[in-house]
Nanobody, 126 residues
Framework: QLQASGGGLVQPGGSLRLSCAAS????????IGWFRQAPGKGREAVSC????????????SVKGRLTISRDNSRDNTRNTVYLQMNSLKPEDTADYYC?????????????????WGQGTQVTVSS
């Protein structure tokens, strides 16, 4: 099970940190992706990270503003992937979802992911 949290309302230029917490599976073996879906638009990959954390991907429009990281601690309360979001723009407004890929790889294609969490809403507005 995946649980995404951390969304909210923020002004342009502000920051948020999204969290994706996992339970019930071997979290450290999975690649984790963050996707977003704005109203009336398709789901797009924002970022992902491999199971080991040694490789990441970022959507071009978020490079330099968003940073993905993971904590693979054996302590189940810390099986979490974070998405630090800085210098937020109105076009970042969307529902954000995290997903887990059993292969451990980092993909920007939604269909390869095995588990999905519910979305957390991010609204960037003045």
């Amino acid at each position: 099970q995946l649980q995404a949290s951390g969304g909210g309302l923020v002004q342009p230029g502000g920051s948020l940190r999204l969290s994706c917490a996992a339970s019930g599976f071997t979290f450290e073996s999975y690649g984790i992706g963050w996707f977003r879906q704005a109203p009336g638009k398709g789901r797009e990959a924002v970022s992902c990270i491999t199971s080991s954390g040694d490789s990441t991907y970022y959507l071009d429009s978020v490079k330099g503003r968003l940073t993905i990281s993971r904590d693979n601690s054996r302590d189940n309360t810390r099986n979490t992937v974070y998405l630090q979001m800085n210098s937020l723009k109105p076009e970042d407004t969307a529902d954000y979802y995290c997903a887990a890929d059993y292969s451990g790889q980092c993909h920007n294609r939604p269909l390869v992911y095995d588990h999905w969490g519910q979305g957390t809403q991010v609204t960037v507005s003045s």
